[in-house]
């Protein structure tokens, strides 16, 4: 019975085991009011089921987004999207957490629009201390603009860990001890929006936006933050190292989330810095690390 147990577990990802590891708490659907608001051209996002629901619009003159009210130093955030749908090429749909200080803390997740019938991009990078340049890609390995499907970030004073639906598909470890800077001590605020990036986000630039299948519309919803709140000056949180995200099993992955994390590596990832010996001669110290290898 155990061995068909396993076997029936690797079948099927072990989705649902590492999703638990993942999140010890269900999130709880919130209105949108509760924690974000607008950012910019605000007749460009229309409201769904009283607040549960938000729609981004893009057209030829503007995008839009919006920002959470407060600023967290460490938790798990995550954001339920469903992308552009059809020929998005040049769109991008992020979903990030940003510092305001001058030296610029930053986690990204970026959602690549594509030509009709091109599987669609998911870019993730880390900026520390000012310095980004840390871009993985992968291709999804579904149809994001089908339905919802959940992006997650866990972040703790020892690692990253970005998710998609629950199954990681990078960590970022902390690596001061390697000289390289993670971040810590300022607090971000989470921010969404949906503009038109098509001088890079396609092909590098070689696809340009289809205006005429404008205006393009993304859909969010699932606004969680479960966070230490914190003003935009605070060094650090006042309950470190008592909420769920501090504890010892959150430290690093879990056996079944190193194989998820495998898993999307072998077949889905295109780009990984660590490896482009044309951008960067010398890997990056953090790239030493199981994490970003």
């Given at each position: 019975m155990a061995s068909f147990t396993a076997v029936l577990c690797l079948a099927?990802?072990?989705?649902?085991?590492?999703?638990?590891?993942?999140?010890?708490?269900?999130?709880?659907?919130?209105p949108f009011?509760?924690?974000?608001?607008?950012?910019?051209?605000?007749d460009h996002i229309r409201y769904k089921n009283g607040g549960a629901e938000v729609d981004l619009v893009l057209?030829?003159?503007?995008?839009?987004?919006?920002?959470?009210?407060?600023?967290?130093?460490?938790?798990?955030?995550?954001?339920?999207?469903?992308?552009?749908?059809?020929?998005?090429?040049?769109?991008?749909?992020?979903?990030?957490?940003?510092?305001?200080?001058?030296?610029?803390?930053?986690?990204?997740?970026?959602?690549?629009?594509?030509?009709?019938?091109?599987?669609?991009?998911?870019?993730?990078?880390?900026?520390?201390?000012?310095?980004?340049?840390?871009?993985?890609?992968?291709?999804?390995?579904?149809?994001?603009?089908?339905?919802y499907h959940s992006y997650s970030v866990l972040w703790n004073l020892f690692q990253i860990v970005f998710f998609v639906d629950d199954v990681p598909i990078r960590v970022f470890k902390n690596s001061k001890d390697l000289g390289v800077k993670f971040?810590?001590?300022?607090?971000?605020?989470?921010?969404?929006?949906l503009?038109?990036?098509d001088?890079?986000?396609?092909?590098?630039?070689?696809?340009?936006?289809?205006?005429?299948?404008?205006?393009f519309l993304a859909s969010y919803k699932g606004f969680h933050i479960d966070g230490c709140e914190a003003s935009v000056n605070a060094k650090f949180c006042n309950s470190q190292g008592k909420r769920w995200w501090d504890q010892k099993e959150f430290r690093d992955l879990d056996a079944l989330q190193w194989r998820r994390l495998r898993w999307v590596r072998q077949k889905y990832t295109i780009y990984n810095y660590c490896t482009d010996r044309t951008r960067f001669p010398t890997m990056a110290p953090e790239c030493k690390r199981d994490g970003d290898v």
């Open positions: 099927f990802f072990c989705l649902a085991a590492v999703a638990m590891a993942a999140q010890p708490k269900t999130p709880v659907a919130v009011g509760r924690n974000y608001v607008p950012t910019w051209a605000f057209d030829k003159y503007t995008g839009t987004g919006f920002q959470s009210k407060g600023s967290y130093l460490f938790g798990h955030f995550e954001m339920k999207i469903k992308t552009v749908p059809g020929d998005s090429a040049g769109v991008v749909m992020a979903f990030y957490l940003s510092s305001q200080n001058s030296e610029h803390d930053e986690i990204d997740f970026e959602i690549l629009g594509n030509r009709t019938n091109q599987p669609p991009i998911v870019q993730t990078n880390v900026f520390t201390g000012g310095t980004g340049n840390r871009e993985q890609r992968i291709y999804l390995w579904f149809d994001p603009s089908k339905g971040p810590f001590n300022q607090p971000m605020k989470i921010y969404s929006s503009w038109n990036a001088d890079w986000a396609t092909r590098g630039g070689l696809e340009k936006t289809d205006w005429s299948k404008a205006p």
